[in-house]
Nanobody, 118 residues
């Protein structure tokens, strides 16, 4: 069974930085896509960034130029470096992985809270 465990969330002031980590129970290359989503209560979940097995990245317009997705192959870990944080980045951030291109995101972590104060 695949497990994804996020860490690194917390409280930060606007303009600050955080790095989220997602430890996977197997190689991140075994997934067609792996990425980060976020959700605010009462709003639809938003895909923030994604990374394909071939290394292609994709970002939401709202985070382009501020967030960077990356992985450490040796540690089976996905990262999200978040810089120049804004109060509107406040959300629960989830790591998710897709078994295949057709399957969509099958596996989800438990989420980590990010709060940006103004």
């Amino acid at each position: 069974q695949v497990q994804l465990v996020e860490s690194g969330g917390g409280l930060v002031q606007a303009g600050g930085s955080l790095r989220l980590s997602c430890a996977a129970s197997r190689s991140t290359f075994s997934f067609s896509y792996i990425g980060w989503f976020r959700q605010v209560p009462g709003k639809q979940r938003e895909r923030v960034a994604a990374l394909s097995s071939s290394g292609i990245t994709n970002y939401a317009d709202s985070v382009k130029g501020r967030f960077t997705i990356s992985r450490d192959n040796a540690k089976n870990t996905l990262y999200l470096q978040m810089n120049s944080l804004k109060p509107e980045d406040t959300a629960v951030y989830y790591c998710a992985a897709a078994r295949s291109t057709a399957s969509g995101y099958n596996y989800w972590g438990q989420g980590t809270q990010v709060t940006v104060s103004s």
